[in-house]
């Protein structure tokens, strides 16, 4: 009956769950801009205070790796590392973009089952990170950035399957279509998500490197040097 904490920090909403057995216990968000370094740990303490567990209780952490923000996806990935370093218990990096397919499923649970999910992170302009998985939850197309443009689209129109588009991204799809042409399904990055697979990854023994793991940015930070001033 493992009691894993789950951290989402992805994107703007900062969420923190914690599974106790089979199932999410505890849930705890935000939707507040740049709240992450603010709120993660106060979420940490009142779930586990809710759930009357210490963190000595916890069997493992799960952490969504990326891709995202940067700096969410940094104080995420430590916050989890320093818990699971503390009390020498294992650590769980769940792909983003498959826990947001994930919620596609766990909201939708009779899709067709050729059902493609095209789970989206809005990126800049008209660019999303993005990544194609089946309703077994295994990928079909690997992360990559990929402009929402006539020559996506239309690649998408040839698909054979039943087509679904879900995270902060697919409105961007929304946005080129034709009305009605395209399913897009309203899933945001939460720790409720990635409850199912932090409990089968903790079965499996699938778990990332506690000192080596970092997050998944996909592309690397832009980071620029201000001006000098005269």
Same mark, same amino acid.
């Given at each position: ?11 703007? !909403? ?9 199932? &999410?216990? $505890? &849930? ?17 303490? #009142?779930? &586990? ?42 650590? !769980? ?24 999910? %095209? ?8 660019? $999303? ?12 197309? #690997? ?18 399957? %039943? ?13 080129? #279509?034709?009305?009605?042409?395209? %399913?897009?399904?309203? $899933? ?25 793991? $970092? ?7 832009? !980071? ?7």
């Amino acid at each position: 009956m493992p009691n894993i904490l789950l951290i989402e920090t992805a994107t703007d !909403i900062c969420s923190v769950g914690l599974t106790i057995g089979e199932s &999410l216990s $505890v &849930l705890r968000e935000s939707t507040k801009p740049n709240s992450h370094a603010a709120l993660t740990t106060i979420y940490i303490e #009142e779930c &586990l205070k809710e759930a009357e567990l210490q963190t000595g209780d916890l069997d493992a952490v799960a952490v969504s790796l990326g891709p995202g923000s940067y700096t969410g996806l940094r104080i995420g990935l430590s916050t989890a590392k320093g818990l699971c370093y503390a009390q020498s218990i294992p650590l !769980i990096g769940i792909p983003t973009l498959k826990s947001l397919a994930a919620g596609v499923l766990m909201n939708h649970p009779n899709l067709e089952p050729d059902t493609h999910i %095209h789970a989206m992170i809005d990126a800049r302009r008209m660019e $999303v990170y993005t990544a194609c998985y089946g309703t077994n939850l295994v990928e079909i197309h #690997e992360t990559q950035a990929l402009i929402i443009d006539e020559t996506a689209l239309g690649a998408w129109r040839k698909e054979k399957n %039943h087509t679904i588009f879900c995270g902060n991204g697919a409105f961007k799809v929304n946005a080129h #279509e034709n009305e009605g042409e395209f %399913h897009t399904i309203d $899933v945001t990055c939460s720790a409720a998500n990635m409850a199912k697979i932090a409990i089968k990854s903790l079965k499996n023994n699938d778990l990332i490197n506690l000192a080596y793991s $970092v997050p998944f940015y996909y592309k690397s930070p832009n !980071i620029t040097t201000p001006k000098k001033r005269l």
